[in-house]
Antibody, heavy 118, light 111 residues
Framework: QVQLVESGGGVVQPGRSLRLSCIAS????????MHWVRQAPGKGLEWVAL????????EYAVSVKGRFTISRDNSKNTLFLQMTSLRPEDTAVYYC???????????WGQGTLVTVSS | QSALTQPPSASGSPGQSVTISCTGT?????????VSWYQQHPGKAPKLMIY???KRPSGVPDRFSGSKSGNTASLTVSGLQAEDEADYYC???????????FGTGTKVTVL
């Protein structure tokens, strides 16, 4: 079955960096686009970034553009989110999600919590 | 890009129906048939319930249905069951500038 497992979250000071990972299994990772979506505590969902199946196309939400970088290693079935210049408003649970079709997030990981605080 | 507008809450008794609206603009909901709906129980990851406005993934009960008219999409849950109590979010593709936008979320309570 499809599984997505995020890791790398934690507590970090404002201005510092953090890298999240998402290990995929149960499907051919190299043939699917992938997303990162976040959810601040008690708040709604916010789309963060997407990457095409081969990594050639990457897109970002305005709120993270220039600070976050999405990447993937298809040989290791792993998706990454490099986050720099972190701000308190980046505090959220970060989910990776699969993109089988335009507009659809069909499988989600369990999420990893990032807390940006001094 | 502003979030899509959903009512904060909705409720119904077991067996009844509840409909949740999701209002956007012609740049997102009204411009594309790429509206999806997600169910989220407390502390859990979202689960896809409806995609491309009205299509149900395998395993989702046919009690869940979706539709769209103009800039507003809707999710209807018929024959409410206790396990349907959760937060529901809509989402829409918003073109090659803004890509994806989510709704504000609706908490469904089964009375």
């Amino acid at each position: 079955q499809v599984q997505l497992v995020e890791s790398g979250g934690g507590v970090v000071q404002p201005g510092r960096s953090l890298r999240l990972s998402c290990i995929a299994s149960g499907f051919t990772f190299s043939t699917f686009g992938m997303h990162w979506v976040r959810q601040a505590p008690g708040k709604g969902l916010e789309w963060v970034a997407l990457i095409s199946y081969d990594g050639s196309n990457k897109e970002y939400a305005v709120s993270v553009k220039g600070r976050f970088t999405i990447s993937r290693d298809n040989s290791k079935n792993t998706l990454f989110l490099q986050m720099t210049s972190l701000r308190p408003e980046d505090t959220a649970v970060y989910y990776c999600a699969r993109l089988p079709l335009t507009g659809t997030f069909d499988y989600w990981g369990q999420g990893t919590l990032v807390t940006v605080s001094s | 890009q502003s979030a899509l507008t959903q009512p904060p809450s909705a409720s119904g008794s077991p067996g009844q129906s509840v409909t949740i609206s999701c209002t956007g603009t012609s740049s997102d909901v009204g411009g594309y048939n790429y509206v999806s709906w997600y169910q989220q129980h407390p502390g859990k990851a979202p689960k896809l319930m409806i995609y491309e406005v009205s299509k149900r993934p395998s395993g989702v009960p046919d009690r869940f249905s979706g539709s769209k008219s103009g800039n507003t999409a809707s999710l209807t849950v018929s024959g409410l069951q206790a396990e349907d109590e959760a937060d529901y979010y809509c989402s829409s593709y918003a073109g090659s500038n803004n890509f994806y936008v989510f709704g504000t979320g609706t908490k469904v309570t089964v009375l």
